[in-house]
């Protein structure tokens, strides 16, 4: 019993807490001298009482582990609430946070025969399912909207360790709230995917970006390595979504690159050598396919604004045994790569962003393709870029160029647009004649090389033409478009000032007269001239012949027809060796065979005798310029006739005597000077009816008609995968024929 009294009465000097106020003040009172005292958390032990008896001494010290592990504890949880990145207590991650959907995948320990469960969906939420629904799930309901940090990917996670409020209950409302995140850095759980996003930025933000669990390095195989045009890439798993990755890899776009390193090809054999720039690098395939093909003819600058792609793309240009010349500081910017050959395979990467080098620095040829529209580099592109040099632009934004989002092209362009049956060629007009103003802002005028629309993009490429001159010419060549809403007529407004009283006189149709209303629309404005230009056309064909690329070159076919609006010609290719005194844009174009006086050096002025030139040229253009817009076979056909073939039905319109070629924009559009009457008049006298017996009364030579013309088409099918054009004699040089022959005329009359 003595030994009992004594445990307790240690215990009760032990605890602060279960002393007696006159204790504590008797305490207060002994003097500090003769004691020793242990600080145990908090706790003060005095060494007067300590017992001599084991057994108290042994009880005493359990208890005072027991209290120190329980104000441990509670300190620990305290702490676990606030966001302590120093913590010394490394756990393991969550099975949420994975760096690729392959590991994600090896969780749920897929197989062809057996019925898996998600491994972050409960079982009342998602059954357990076989390995193509289980795969297809992982992908688009946890891996699709995951957060991204370092290389890790924190996929939404349904099970339940995320609390519900008290007061929501049922099992509707816990399946709605129990989906969240779970920090990589810290061990919070965030139900809003932007919640989350802005959680990791404020992380960052104070320097927290070490995790508390216990990481594996991301291994050097991680990244994906592609191959185009005998380039290498390597790219994040997640290349093809933008939103989700800074090195943002497109193969959809692998035409458009094509078409834009053909333009820089004919331009790198006009002068020699010239600076180029990439202006939105991302993984860098553009500007190292221009330096591993084009050598020696060009300097090529790749820039990007974000620290991540500008390390892949050194990373790149080792992989393709380039050597890198790094250069981040805004002050360095006039820095040139020195003259000689050990600047032969060396681009220049720069990080900054786009508008402020495009300021800094001269180009010779530029290049945009940023995320959605171009409109905002368009000032900073014209402002520095060369005489004679080339501006191309690639714009995504399908949505409102394309008539979907009418409002935001009004924004964007300050463009009235509507859906037509033109509405991809609307497109590159309202592009080019964004392009323009922002030329002539900078007094510098264009002259479009190509403009290409696809399902994907609008591609325009212009020359650059300087002085107050031709930038007033650009200028008046943008105007509005009158567009008949009944029959879909249209034509450009007459130049002017002066209001007109009757604006519906100007269309070819009388459908005001017979409707009620209003019948049409003024859209705009839109960049009227012409879209192509033959010459620049026939030598990119030449140079993706010479670099192999076979995508390009049907395209390229296609619009040598478009621009020079004809169906049926030669085709011969142009040696730069043997040219001689090509004439472009009112200058004459370096070849070999020329002398010194036969050409323009870039920034010099134009001498009398190339201006008279010039002149000469734009009259020749004009008269031979394509017609604007296409006409779509399948809009204007007529309800209960089977309209003609194609090809017959240009052949049909070539004899009428109109000029008629297919176009690129539409497979069953058809570019013509026709009038729309005169089109559908043709299109209903060779169309036939629907049933058999119309066909027996109608003309007995109809029957013979559509068999001639099946035997032409057929001819012509036959030779269409190998036929190639002329080049114009004027030109003067000698010429490689690729082969054989359209025919001329068409037999069904």
């Given at each position: 019993?003595?030994?009992?009294?004594?445990?307790?009465?240690?215990?009760?000097?032990?605890?602060?807490?279960?002393?007696?106020?006159?204790?504590?003040?008797?305490?207060?009172?002994?003097?500090?001298?003769?004691?020793?005292?242990?600080?145990?958390?908090?706790?003060?032990?005095?060494?007067?009482?300590?017992?001599?008896?084991?057994?108290?001494?042994?009880?005493?010290?359990?208890?005072?582990?027991?209290?120190?592990?329980?104000?441990?504890?509670?300190?620990?949880?305290?702490?676990?609430?606030?966001?302590?990145?120093?913590?010394?207590?490394?756990?393991?991650?969550?099975?949420?946070?994975?760096?690729?959907?392959?590991?994600?995948?090896?969780?749920?320990?897929?197989?062809?025969?057996?019925?898996?469960?998600?491994?972050?969906?409960?079982?009342?939420?998602?059954?357990?399912?076989?390995?193509?629904?289980?795969?297809?799930?992982?992908?688009?309901?946890?891996?699709?909207?995951?957060?991204?940090?370092?290389?890790?990917?924190?996929?939404?996670?349904?099970?339940?360790?995320?609390?519900?409020?008290?007061?929501?209950?049922?099992?509707?409302?816990?399946?709605?709230?129990?989906?969240h995140y779970h920090c990589i850095i810290c061990s919070a759980t965030i139900t809003r995917r932007t919640d989350m996003i802005g959680h990791i930025n404020r992380h960052v933000n104070k320097g927290e970006t070490e995790s508390r669990f216990i990481t594996v390095p991301a291994p050097k195989s991680s990244h994906e390595v592609l191959k185009e045009l005998a380039t290498d890439v390597q790219v994040l798993p997640n290349y093809s979504t933008p939103q989700k990755t800074d090195s943002y890899f497109n193969p959809k776009m692998k035409l458009n690159r094509q078409l834009i390193f053909c333009a820089l090809a004919v331009l790198a054999e006009e002068r020699k050598p010239i600076e180029c720039l990439d202006a939105f690098g991302a993984t860098g395939i553009m500007g190292l396919q221009w330096a591993k093909h084009l050598r020696s003819s060009v300097k090529v600058t790749i820039n990007d604004c974000n620290e991540n792609s500008v390390t892949m793309i050194q990373e790149n240009c080792h992989l393709n045994k380039m050597k890198v010349k790094l250069n981040t500081k805004e002050d360095d910017n006039d820095e040139a790569l020195g003259d000689g050959e050990e600047n032969t395979d060396t681009i220049e990467v720069t990080k900054m962003d786009a508008n402020v080098i495009m300021h800094l620095r001269s180009f010779d040829f530029i290049h945009l393709d940023p995320y959605g529209t171009s409109v905002n580099y368009l000032d900073s592109a014209f402002r520095n870029v060369r005489n004679l040099g080339i501006v191309s632009l690639t714009s995504t934004d399908t949505s409102s160029l394309y008539a979907k989002a009418q409002h935001v092209a009004l924004r964007h362009y300050g463009c009235n647009i509507v859906r037509t049956e033109y509405y991809k060629e609307l497109a590159a007009r309202i592009v080019i004649a964004a392009v323009t103003r922002a030329a002539a802002r900078c007094n510098k005028g264009i002259e479009v090389l190509l403009a290409v629309a696809l399902e994907h993009f609008v591609l325009v490429v212009v020359r650059v033409l300087r002085g107050p001159s031709p930038a007033d010419n650009s200028a008046k060549k943008i105007r509005y478009l009158i567009h008949c809403q009944w029959c879909e007529e249209r034509i450009f407004q007459r130049e002017g000032n002066m209001v007109e009283e009757n604006p519906y006189q100007q269309l070819p149709c009388d459908c005001h007269g017979s409707m009620p209303g209003k019948t049409a629309v003024v859209l705009g404005p839109l960049w009227s001239g012409a879209l192509f230009n033959t010459g620049f056309l026939r030598r990119m064909l030449f140079e993706a012949v010479q670099y192999g690329l076979d995508e390009a070159q049907p395209l390229l076919k296609t619009l040598v027809c478009e621009a020079e609006c004809t169906t049926s010609k030669h085709f011969t290719t142009h040696s730069p060796c043997d040219e001689n005194k090509q004439e472009e844009c009112g200058v004459y174009i370096k070849t070999p065979n020329n002398s010194a006086e036969s050409y323009l050096v870039p920034g010099k002025r134009k001498s009398n005798e190339v201006i008279r030139n010039a002149a000469k040229r734009q009259k020749a253009e004009n008269s031979a310029e394509h017609p604007a817009f296409y006409y779509?076979?399948?809009?204007?056909?007529?309800?209960?006739?089977?309209?003609?073939?194609?090809?017959?039905?240009?052949?049909?319109?070539?004899?009428?005597?109109?000029?008629?070629?297919?176009?690129?924009?539409?497979?069953?559009?058809?570019?013509?000077?026709?009038?729309?009457?005169?089109?559908?008049?043709?299109?209903?006298?060779?169309?036939?009816?629907?049933?058999?017996?119309?066909?027996?009364?109608?003309?007995?030579?109809?029957?013979?008609?559509?068999q001639a013309g099946e035997q032409v088409e057929a001819a012509a099918d036959g030779k269409v995968e190998d036929a190639e054009f002329l080049e114009d004699d004027k030109s003067g040089v000698a010429a490689a024929v690729f082969t054989k022959d359209y025919p001329t005329h068409c037999a069904a009359d």
């Open positions: 019993m003595a030994a009992e009294e004594t445990v307790e009465a240690s215990l009760a000097q032990l605890s602060p807490e279960r002393r007696q106020p006159g204790q504590e003040d008797s305490d207060e009172g002994k003097p500090e001298g003769g004691s020793e005292t242990a600080a145990l958390n908090g706790v003060v032990v005095s060494g007067k009482e300590k017992s001599n008896n084991l057994d108290v001494k042994d009880a005493g010290s359990e208890m005072e582990t027991e209290e120190k592990g329980t104000e441990e504890e509670s300190t620990r949880e305290s702490d676990s609430n606030i966001l302590d990145v120093s913590s010394d207590y490394p756990r393991e991650k969550h099975i949420s946070i994975q760096r690729h959907l392959a590991d994600l995948e090896k969780l749920a320990n897929l197989k062809e025969d057996e019925k898996k469960p998600c491994p972050l969906c409960p079982e009342e939420k998602f059954k357990a399912c076989y390995s193509h629904k289980l795969h297809r799930h992982l992908q688009n309901l946890h891996w699709k909207v995951s957060v991204e940090f370092e290389g890790y990917r924190m996929c939404i996670c349904h099970l339940p360790c995320h609390p519900v409020k008290p007061n929501l209950v049922g099992d509707q409302t816990f399946s709605k709230m129990g989906a779509n076979i399948h809009r204007h056909s007529i309800k209960g006739m089977n309209m003609p073939k194609l090809n017959k039905f240009l052949c049909y319109l070539s004899e009428a005597g109109y000029r008629v070629s297919r176009t690129h924009f539409d497979p069953m559009g058809v570019r013509t000077n026709a009038p729309l009457a005169q089109f559908k008049t043709i299109l209903m006298k060779y169309s036939t009816p629907t049933y058999t017996g119309g066909q027996a009364e109608g003309p007995l030579h109809r029957a013979e008609d559509v």
